[in-house]
């Protein structure tokens, strides 16, 4: 299982799965991260936390363990 914790910067890849419950799925879901849902990592802090990625034309930023929530694929 890859997740997007594990994509690497330039990297554009698609939503296989939300894993997770309650608030922080919810949150995710909010922000338009559903299955489906085309990811382009943009910029990794240089200890992994935060995440930046581009979703929808929007700039989002993930905690390192909530990007672990997020199942991708190529």
């Given at each position: 299982?890859?997740?997007?914790k594990?994509v690497?910067?330039?990297?554009?890849?698609?939503?296989?799965?939300?894993?997770g419950?309650?608030?922080?799925?919810?949150?995710?879901?909010?922000?338009?991260?559903?299955?489906?849902?085309?990811?382009?990592?943009?910029?990794?802090?240089?200890?992994?936390?935060?995440?930046?990625?581009?979703?929808?034309?929007?700039?989002?930023?993930?905690?390192?363990?909530?990007?672990?929530?997020?199942?991708?694929?190529?």
């Open positions: 299982m890859r997740t997007l594990d690497a910067v330039g990297e554009t890849v698609t939503v296989k799965r939300l894993h419950e309650g608030a922080t799925r919810r949150r995710m879901m909010d922000m338009g991260i559903i299955k489906g849902a085309v990811i382009h990592v943009v910029k990794v802090a240089p200890l992994g936390d935060p995440i930046e990625v581009s979703v929808r034309n929007y700039q989002l930023s993930f905690r390192s363990a909530d990007a672990g929530m997020i199942e991708v694929e190529e």
